[in-house]
């Protein structure tokens, strides 16, 4: 089955960062409290801005405008991988969800390089 694309929820770019959104908040509740302002903030903020450019890029009209909202998404997503790595580092998440987290934001990364690809076409 062939869907064409009606809103941005139906781009599988942010239908797998709501759940790398989703995973992070999980993952972040287990941080101590003392990174409420820092590593807790940094790493849902990143990983919001990822689904918010999505959609912000994907509600522009311009080719321009709408490549510079999904290349913003695009740093935001490997922004992400950065913060995790170090909740790792300090014992607050485990060797396998850093792993996992990671995967998922590559995966993101990846999507997103295609979304710019098809904008630049089109």
Not at 27 to 45: V, Y
Not at 91 to 118: F, P, W
Request: with cysteine; aromatic share 8%; net charge neutral.
């Amino acid at each position: 089955m062939n869907r064409s694309i009606q809103d941005f929820t139906d781009l599988i770019a942010w239908q797998k960062d709501h759940q790398l959104v989703l995973d992070t908040y999980t993952l972040s509740k287990k941080f101590p409290d003392t990174e409420r302002f820092g590593l807790t903030n940094q790493i849902t903020r990143a990983a919001v801005s990822i689904t918010s450019n999505i959609a912000e890029g994907f509600g522009r009209s311009t080719k321009k405008d709408k490549v510079h909202f999904f290349v913003i998404a695009k740093g935001s997503a490997l922004e992400v991988r950065s913060p995790i790595r170090i909740a790792k580092d300090l014992g607050y998440i485990t060797e396998d969800e850093c792993t996992m987290h990671d995967t998922s934001a590559i995966e993101v990364t990846k999507l997103i390089s295609g979304i710019i690809r098809s904008a630049q076409d089109h």
